[in-house]
C-alpha cells in the first residue's frame, strides 16, 4: 500500500481523530509524540516514529546558551519518561469507530427527577447521566455502560422517592 494511501488516526488532546489522509496529517499542527494509528500497526506510536513522517520530525538542535542572555533550563522530560497515551481494546475501523453508539445518558429525565421528585437522588442521578458520555468518550465503553446503568437505577429511586413523599406534600400543603 503506498503512503498516500493509508488512513490515519491520531490522539489529541485526550481524543481520538480521524481518518485522515497522509496529506491531511502533513498539515495539521502536531508535534512528534502526537500518537498515532494505520493500517498495518499492531498499537499506536509516535508519529515522529512512522518512516512517512519521520523526516517531518527531526529533533531540531538548540544554539548553545549565551551566558546571561538565556533562561535557566529546566528539566527535559524524554518520550519513554511521559505519561502513556489511553490504549484502545482495537483499532479503529475504516468505518469510523471501533464501539457500538453511545448508552443512553437520561440526563433530562434526571433533571426532570431532580427538579419535580427528589432533590437528593436526583443530584446523584445527574451525576451519573454525566459520565456516560465523558467515558464514551475517552473510549470506556464499558465503564459508559454502567454509568447509564447506574443513572437509570438513580433516576428510579427518585421517582419512586417523589412519589412517596408527595401525600406527605399534599398534607402538609393543607395544614
Known amino acids: 500500500m503506498e503512503t498516500t494511501d493509508y488512513k490515519y488516526w491520531i490522539i489529541q488532546d485526550g481524543l481520538r481523530k480521524g481518518p485522515f489522509s497522509y496529506s491531511e496529517l502533513r498539515?495539521?499542527?502536531?508535534?512528534?509524540?502526537?500518537?498515532?494509528?494505520?493500517?498495518?500497526l499492531a498499537n499506536w506510536i509516535a508519529i515522529r516514529d512512522l518512516d512517512e513522517f519521520r523526516d517531518d520530525y527531526r529533533p531540531v538542535i538548540p544554539p548553545p546558551p549565551v551566558p546571561g542572555l538565556n533562561p535557566p533550563a529546566r528539566e527535559i522530560r524524554h518520550f519513554d519518561e511521559a505519561p502513556a497515551f489511553r490504549q484502545y481494546d482495537s483499532a479503529p475501523s475504516s468505518s469510523g469507530g471501533d464501539m457500538p453508539p453511545m448508552p443512553r445518558t437520561y440526563l433530562v429525565w434526571?433533571?426532570?427527577?431532580?427538579?419535580l421528585c427528589c432533590l437528593v437522588t436526583g443530584i446523584v442521578g445527574l451525576v451519573y447521566s454525566s459520565k456516560v458520555s465523558t467515558r464514551y468518550a475517552s473510549g470506556d465503553y464499558q465503564g459508559a455502560v454502567k454509568a447509564s446503568e447506574t443513572a437509570c437505577l438513580w433516576l428510579i429511586i427518585s421517582i419512586v422517592c417523589g412519589l412517596v413523599a408527595l401525600p406527605f406534600q399534599v398534607i402538609f400543603a393543607f395544614l
Request: hydrophobic residues 50%.
Open 27 to 40: 498539515s495539521l499542527a502536531v508535534d512528534g509524540t502526537t500518537p498515532v494509528w494505520r493500517e498495518g
Open 110 to 115: 434526571n433533571i426532570l427527577a431532580l427538579i
